[in-house]
């Protein structure tokens, strides 16, 4: 690790009811966290999720491809089949 370097870090919401009790956060982390559990993300010292909105990225957009794309695929194997 070097010091002054940026970092990679996430911020995990431990208030959830499965991650209690709170003595046993590192089983939590491994057992029982998700990434539905994640709020903020750091890459690079850079802030890419805030309050699990993300902020680099159009969310929307993304959607509207994926299932676009999807579509034709989808029109693509039924043709073949």
């Known amino acids: 690790m ?3 370097a940026d970092a990679d ?3 995990i919401n431990a208030e959830e009811l499965h991650l209690q009790p709170k ?3 590192s089983s939590h ?3 029982a966290a998700s990434g539905r559990d994640v709020t903020d ?3 690079n010292g850079r802030r890419l999720m805030k309050d ?3 902020l680099t990225m159009d969310e929307e957009k ?3 491809n994926v299932n676009r794309q999807f579509d034709k ?3 693509v194997y039924q043709s073949k089949n």
């Open 2 to 4: 070097e010091t002054g």
């Open 9 to 11: 870090f996430l911020l």
């Open 23 to 25: 003595q046993n956060i």
């Open 29 to 31: 982390l491994v057992y």
């Open 41 to 43: 993300v750091f890459v």
């Open 52 to 54: 699990r909105e993300l």
């Open 62 to 64: 993304i959607i509207y």
């Open 73 to 75: 695929l989808e029109k």
